[in-house]
T-cell receptor, first 116, second 111 residues
Framework: DGGITQSPKYLFRKEGQNVTLSCEQNLNHDAMYWYRQDPGQGLRLIYYSQIVNDFQKGDIAEGYSVSREKKESFPLTVTSAQKNPTAFYLC???????FGSGNTIYFGEGSWLTVV | GDSVTQMEGPVTLSEEAFLTINCTYTATGYPSLFWYVQYPGEGLQLLLKATKADDKGSNKGFEATYRKETTSFHLEKGSVQVSDSAVYFCALSSNDYKLSFGAGTTVTVRA
């Protein structure tokens, strides 16, 4: 089945550690995104990538890093510089082009990250 | 900048009741508007969308009309079911590569 696979579903991180969340898609989408979701808040964009080997910061990129070496993969690293990393992280993808043209974004099932 | 304001929840309804979730927006130009739904423990799914003024998006009994004059995109369903219990997000995009989301409205439908 086509879709977006995020792993792990649940992850615990100790203070000072970096962790990497995996995101793989087999939808042949050019664009991929990482969002953070906190209780009672909408989704906030961390990073996005419109094409392989290129990515841009979103609204809350500090303390995060990404890579886009393959079209189907867009891993997110939560570094120790991220002061409040406990959240639900959502990966998404879409075809190329802007959303103003009605382009649709598809989401994975998310990863829960908890700092212990 | 672009922003979306949704009515605050939570909203609790009985089965077969009428549901409306208000959404208003601020944006430059003519944005596309979306409603997404998130079931417990899952990612978001597109529910419906509208790309220009006066368009009506519809899906699974839900409807929303793009009202440019009131900058609104309210979500409605005439008769809700228990399976409609979820968090609903209004979102917009002003012809760029970003979606701006509202805070989400939690809806619980009781049998």
């Amino acid at each position: 089945d086509g879709g977006i696979t995020q792993s792990p579903k649940y992850l615990f991180r100790k203070e000072g550690q970096n962790v990497t969340l995996s995101c793989e898609q087999n939808l042949n989408h050019d664009a991929m995104y990482w969002y953070r979701q906190d209780p009672g808040q909408g989704l906030r964009l961390i990073y996005y990538s419109q094409i392989v080997n290129d990515f841009q910061k979103g609204d809350i990129a500090e303390g995060y890093s990404v890579s886009r070496e393959k079209k189907e993969s867009f891993p997110l690293t939560v570094t120790s510089a991220q002061k409040n990393p406990t959240a639900f992280y959502l990966c998404a993808s879409s075809t190329a082009g802007t959303f103003g043209s009605g382009n649709t974004i598809y989401f994975g099932e998310g990863s829960w990250l908890t700092v212990v | 900048g672009d922003s979306v304001t949704q009515m605050e929840g939570p909203v609790t309804l009985s089965e077969e009741a009428f549901l409306t979730i208000n959404c208003t927006y601020t944006a430059t130009g003519y944005p596309s508007l979306f409603w997404y739904v998130q079931y417990p423990g899952e990612g978001l799914q597109l529910l419906l969308k509208a790309t220009k003024a006066d368009d009506k998006g519809s899906n699974k009994g839900f409807e929303a009309t793009y009202r440019k004059e009131t900058t609104s995109f309210h979500l409605e369903k005439g008769s809700v079911q228990v399976s409609d219990s979820a968090v609903y997000f209004c979102a917009l995009s002003s012809n760029d590569y970003k979606l701006s989301f509202g805070a989400g409205t939690t809806v619980t439908v009781r049998a």
